[in-house]
């Protein structure tokens, strides 16, 4: 059993940054790739970033590519998302995912956070 929490999420102007965590109970959590997700309102849920068990593999949505950055600290138990030039299309319920592969489909993660808002204003 993994537990997620997420932290970090706010309000920021267009053009601004922010950077989500999303801690990890449990001893287990480098046997894990990890992935953020983001849902806004009336959509469907999308998948923003993934991370390798060691850190050393990223993957990323087209539209994130170059803005978001996944980053993960086993030693922590913690994953990162920094958030970068963000834009108001932005804007959505953010959250952090465990599965066992390496994948950016949301039916491969067997654990979810509860998500954070992120609000990106224009």
């Known amino acids: 059993q993994v537990q997620l929490v997420e932290s970090g999420g706010g309000l920021v102007q267009a053009g601004g940054s922010l950077r989500l965590s999303c801690a990890a109970s449990?001893?287990?959590?480098?046997?894990?790739?990890m992935g953020w997700f983001r849902q806004a309102p009336g959509k469907e849920r999308e998948f923003v970033a993934v991370?390798?068990?060691?850190?050393?593999?990223?993957s990323y949505q087209d539209s994130v590519k170059g803005r978001f950055t996944i980053s993960r600290d086993n030693a922590k138990n913690t994953v990162y998302l920094q958030m970068n030039s963000l834009k108001s299309e932005d804007t959505a319920v953010y959250s952090c995912?465990?599965?066992?592969?390496?994948?950016?489909?949301?039916?491969?993660?067997?654990?979810w956070g509860q998500g954070t808002q992120v609000t990106v204003s224009s």
């Open positions: 995912a465990a599965a066992q592969g390496y994948s950016g489909s949301p039916s491969d993660y067997n654990y």
């Open positions: 991370i390798s068990r060691s850190g050393r593999i990223t």
């Open positions: 449990g001893r287990t959590f480098s046997s894990y790739a």
